[in-house]
């Protein structure tokens, strides 16, 4: 598990993850940091991971890294209590705001998809401009979320979505979501947001590149996970579009890694495929 996840996982420290970072920043990819860890269950567990992102602002900032941070809201204690979530995640996005730094609430299973937009809408109602939302194209309400949104104008990561959910309430099948996933982004540029396209699908990226073609390049960005696809984020990047790396690190790495390769067939046999080729080199 670990050799195989290793290329996607910036290793057990911060420290790793800063150097990762800088890397990142010097070959003009800009990053955003994960501190690994989700679904818990223990009031001390979710403190600690907030304790965990706090130091990770201070490294960005003491580093002067161009990183924000993406946060789990279930790694922040959702399913213990929603007010402990909001208040982890509150102190969390204030601490970023002092610093000038943007955080991204992920999304995770539809089962914590309304409670994840009532506190994004909770803290961007309270004030709090330095947050943004990640919508699944994957899920059938996606389009009526983004309406609901609409006078926040939020910033958006928009991604298929990696979690195996139901038919009743997801599209199935790669044309679906990517129609899905279009419809999306016209919607969200339509309303003036700022998007983050956070896919490696290259016939979505090349569509997705025709939809934000007349905008400024400081008016959105590409988004990819760390140690994938990388030669096609630098050509992105000499290309002038803003890219920024999903950095995901710390202990928790096996639990990401096995819930990966649980809830996606396809990215199992994508891991298995890379330690194949590295091991025996040209094989395809
Ligand atoms: P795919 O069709 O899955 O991939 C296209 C091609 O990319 C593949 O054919 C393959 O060549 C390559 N590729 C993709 N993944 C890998 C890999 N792991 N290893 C090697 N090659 C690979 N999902 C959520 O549910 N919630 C989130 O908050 C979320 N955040 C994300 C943030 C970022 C920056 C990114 C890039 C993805 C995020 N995802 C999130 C995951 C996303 O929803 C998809 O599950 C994932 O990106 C795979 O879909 P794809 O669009 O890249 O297309």
Same mark, same amino acid.
């Given at each position: 598990?670990?050799?195989?996840?290793?290329?996607?996982? *910036?290793?057990?420290?911060?420290?790793?993850?800063?150097?990762?970072?800088?890397?990142?920043?010097?070959?003009?990819?800009?990053?955003?940091?994960?501190?690994?860890?989700?679904?818990?269950?223990?009031?001390?567990?979710?403190?600690?991971?907030?304790?965990?992102?706090?130091? /990770?602002?201070? *490294?960005?900032?003491?580093?002067?890294?161009?990183?924000?941070?993406?946060?789990?809201? !279930?790694?922040?204690?959702?399913?213990?209590?929603?007010?402990?979530?909001?208040?982890?995640?509150?102190?969390?996005?204030?601490?970023?705001? =002092?610093?000038?730094?943007?955080?991204? +609430?992920?999304?995770?299973? =539809?089962?914590?998809?309304?409670?994840?937009?009532?506190?994004?809408?909770?803290?961007?109602?309270?004030?709090?401009?330095?947050?943004?939302?990640?919508?699944?194209?994957?899920?059938?309400?996606?389009?009526?979320?983004?309406?609901?949104?609409?006078?926040?104008?939020?910033? &958006?990561?928009?991604?298929?979505? +990696?979690?195996?959910?139901?038919?009743?309430? *997801?599209?199935?099948?790669?044309?679906?979501?990517?129609?899905?996933?279009?419809?999306?982004?016209? /919607?969200?540029?339509?309303?003036?947001?700022?998007?983050? &396209?956070? !896919?490696?699908?290259?016939?979505?990226?090349?569509?997705?590149? !025709?939809?934000? *073609?007349?905008? %400024?390049?400081?008016?959105?960005?590409?988004?990819?996970?760390?140690? &994938?696809?990388?030669?096609?984020? !630098?050509?992105?990047?000499?290309?002038?579009?803003?890219?920024?790396?999903?950095?995901?690190?710390?202990?928790?790495?096996?639990?990401? =890694?096995?819930?990966?390769?649980?809830?996606?067939?396809?990215?199992?046999?994508?891991?298995?495929?890379?330690?194949?080729? %590295?091991?025996?080199?040209?094989? %395809?």
């Amino acid at each position: 598990m670990s050799r195989l996840s290793a290329p996607y996982i *910036a290793g057990p420290t911060l420290e790793g993850a800063c150097r990762v970072v800088a890397r990142l920043n010097a070959e003009g990819k800009l990053a955003t940091v994960d501190v690994l860890g989700e679904e818990v269950h223990r009031r001390v567990e979710a403190e600690a991971i907030a304790k965990a992102y706090h130091a /990770a602002l201070d *490294a960005i900032a003491v580093s002067h890294l161009d990183s924000n941070i993406s946060v789990k809201l !279930t790694a922040l204690g959702l399913e213990i209590d929603l007010d402990l979530c909001r208040s982890l995640l509150a102190n969390v996005v204030t601490d970023a705001g =002092s610093k000038g730094i943007f955080v991204r +609430i992920d999304m995770e299973q =539809s089962a914590f998809t309304d409670d994840t937009l009532r506190l994004y809408r909770d803290l961007r109602e309270g004030g709090r401009v330095n947050l943004g939302i990640a919508l699944q194209s994957c899920l059938r309400r996606t389009l009526a979320d983004i309406d609901d949104l609409a006078g926040l104008r939020p910033n &958006v990561r928009l991604c298929k979505g +990696i979690y195996v959910e139901q038919p009743a309430i *997801a599209y199935q099948g790669r044309d679906p979501i990517r129609a899905s996933f279009v419809q999306a982004l016209d /919607a969200l540029l339509e309303l003036g947001c700022y998007v983050g &396209v956070a !896919t490696h699908d290259e016939w979505l990226l090349e569509r997705s590149l !025709t939809q934000v *073609a007349g905008l %400024r390049r400081d008016e959105y960005e590409l988004q990819m996970l760390l140690g &994938v696809r990388e030669g096609r984020a !630098t050509e992105l990047v000499a290309a002038g579009h803003r890219l920024r790396v999903y950095v995901p690190y710390g202990e928790r790495w096996y639990e990401y =890694s096995l819930r990966r390769l649980q809830e996606n067939p396809a990215l199992a046999g994508m891991l298995a495929k890379a330690a194949v080729q %590295r091991v025996v080199p040209g094989r %395809r």
